[in-house]
């Protein structure tokens, strides 16, 4: 999916992010996305610039590095929505390895 959702509300974004992880929750989804919070709490997220990979693993892995790409774009975007998106995908990994253990 190449940013489906760019030219909706935020609302209506959000709910079809909803349905999307549910109703595609067994298949592999590739999305090109700009807005961070459309992928910050997925599997993993690779960064590109210049037509190279530039970082490649789980948000919340990325995250730690806090001189990486996708570290910079997050505090780019200012204090409370970097925490925000910086807590969305630890919730994600908690999760995500919650469903390990089971």
């Avoid at 996708?70 to 390895?97: F, W």
């Amino acid at each position: 999916m190449d940013e489906p959702t760019s030219n909706i509300d935020k609302d209506t974004d959000e709910r079809l992010q909803k349905l999307a992880r549910t109703e595609l929750e067994e298949c592999t989804v590739l999305t090109i996305a700009h807005r961070l919070g459309t992928v910050i709490d997925y599997d993993r997220i690779m960064v590109m610039g210049a037509g190279k990979v530039l970082e490649f693993d789980t948000p919340s892995k990325l995250l730690e590095n806090t001189s990486g790409e996708l570290s910079r774009m997050v505090d780019a975007m200012g204090s409370s929505a970097a925490a925000a998106l910086k807590i969305k995908a630890n919730e994600a990994a908690s999760c995500s390895s919650q469903k390990k253990d089971v």
